[in-house]
């Protein structure tokens, strides 16, 4: 996480590889208070406009958050929250997170949805976005 530009704008990264692995017992628990932290952290941080960045690559399956979790995510972020995402950008999408997308896309806002970038590489994204304050883990970058 970081700020960009003249304002308070937050650029916030999200390393799925970092996820629990789904056959945990606790998953469940895990994931729920994962979410209320991530939830509170996007409150505490959020002045102005920001952006999320979430890293795809090196995630195994099983690592990858269910539809379920991110339907949870998507309706429990508060207006204001919704509002002021600028862009909402997948870096290293897979196929399986593009067909969740492309399923739940009739679910979801039609201003929500402008807001989802694909990005392929990390050179793309150099390209988007100040690199500056972005960390990327060394498991995505190789």
């Not at 099983?62 to 949870?72: D, Q």
């Not at 207006?79 to 009739?106: D, E, Y």
Request: glycine residues 4%; hydrophobic residues 45%; aromatic residues 14%.
């Amino acid at each position: 996480t970081g700020y960009y530009g003249d304002g308070l704008n937050a650029i916030i990264v999200f390393a799925a590889c970092f996820l629990p692995d789904s056959s945990r017992t606790d998953y469940n628990y895990v994931m729920e208070n994962l979410f209320l932290y991530v939830i509170s952290t996007l409150e505490l941080m959020v002045a102005e406009d920001y952006m999320i960045i979430y890293l795809n690559g090196a995630t195994p399956r099983r690592r990858m958050p269910g539809l379920g979790w991110m339907k949870k995510c998507y309706q429990m972020i508060d207006r204001r929250l919704r509002k002021n995402l600028k862009s909402f950008i997948i870096v290293h999408p897979s196929w399986f997170i593009r067909t969740i997308l492309a399923v739940t896309r009739p679910f979801i806002s039609s201003k929500f949805s402008s807001k989802i970038q694909y990005v392929n590489t990390l050179a793309e994204l150099h390209e988007m976005i100040p690199m500056e304050y972005v960390h990327i883990p060394d498991s995505i970058v190789k």
